[in-house]
T-cell receptor, first 111, second 116 residues
Framework: KQEVTQIPAALSVPEGENLVLNCSFTDSAIYNLQWFRQDPGKGLTSLLLIQSSQREQTSGRLNASLDKSSGRSTLYIAASQPGDSATYLC??????????FGSGTQLTVLP | ETGVTQSPTHLIKTRGQQVTLRCSSQSGHNTVSWYQQALGQGPQFIFQYYREEENGRGNFPPRFSGLQFPNYSSELNVNALELDDSALYLC???????????????FGPGTRLTVL
């Protein structure tokens, strides 16, 4: 059974800092890995998707990497801003065609 | 391109009642997945519908059931509501059966269900 873990559970940083969010998964047989952003009480916004054959994806200030063999992914946020404050969720798509999510990292960027 | 929509936005029910939640998939998508997100947790997979058939199910009891219609929209039905069913219910659509696809799931805004 696929399990996804995200560390840390919460993170508070001053504006302008670069930061890294971590995600690990137990079964390397995945189709892809997605990083999502969730604002309080809202749905999920897809940030980046890395297919199993890829190593990383970049979008603006965000960079996500994938090491399938070790079951790890990182989301790097450069020059953080208060508007980046949200919960960040990592999810893997397994052979059962279902996404398995971590519990998320709650990020607060202080002005 | 129309995104994933869900209705209603919020819903309050009492224990024992039944509820129906609705989802319209993104234009061009043929698959709908439903997820339950309890407060402070990541979403949990309930089930997926592809071409009007259930195509996978998570660890949820039979009182959670669904439908997919010919236009690929979907309903989630929950019978005999329990207090623990209070959660955000998320619908995601995707395009399955295309081997060159990215297999990306796009989420709707969710329905907040409160069971009293």
């Amino acid at each position: 059974k696929q399990e996804v873990t995200q560390i840390p559970a919460a993170l508070s940083v001053p504006e302008g800092e670069n930061l890294v969010l971590n995600c690990s998964f137990t079964d390397s047989a995945i189709y892809n890995l997605q990083w999502f952003r969730q604002d309080p009480g809202k749905g999920l916004t897809s940030l980046l998707l890395i297919q199993s054959s890829q190593r990383e994806q970049t979008s603006g200030r965000l960079n996500a990497s994938l090491d399938k063999s070790s079951g790890r992914s990182t989301l790097y946020i450069a020059a953080s801003q208060p508007g980046d404050s949200a919960t960040y969720l990592c999810a893997v798509l397994s052979s059962a065609r279902q996404l398995t999510f971590g519990s998320g990292t709650q990020l607060t960027v202080l002005p | 391109e129309t995104g994933v929509t869900q209705s209603p936005t919020h819903l309050i029910k009492t224990r024992g009642q039944q509820v129906t939640l609705r989802c319209s998939s993104q234009s061009g998508h043929n698959t709908v997945s439903w997820y339950q997100q309890a407060l402070g947790q990541g979403p949990q997979f309930i089930f997926q519908y592809y071409r009007e058939e259930e195509n996978g199910r998570g660890n949820f009891p039979p009182r959670f059931s669904g439908l997919q219609f010919p236009n690929y929209s979907s309903e989630l039905n929950v019978n005999a509501l329990e207090l623990d069913d209070s959660a955000l219910y998320l619908c995601a659509s995707s395009l399955e059966g295309v081997t060159s696809g990215k297999d990306e799931q796009f989420f709707g805004p969710g329905t907040r269900l409160t069971v009293l």
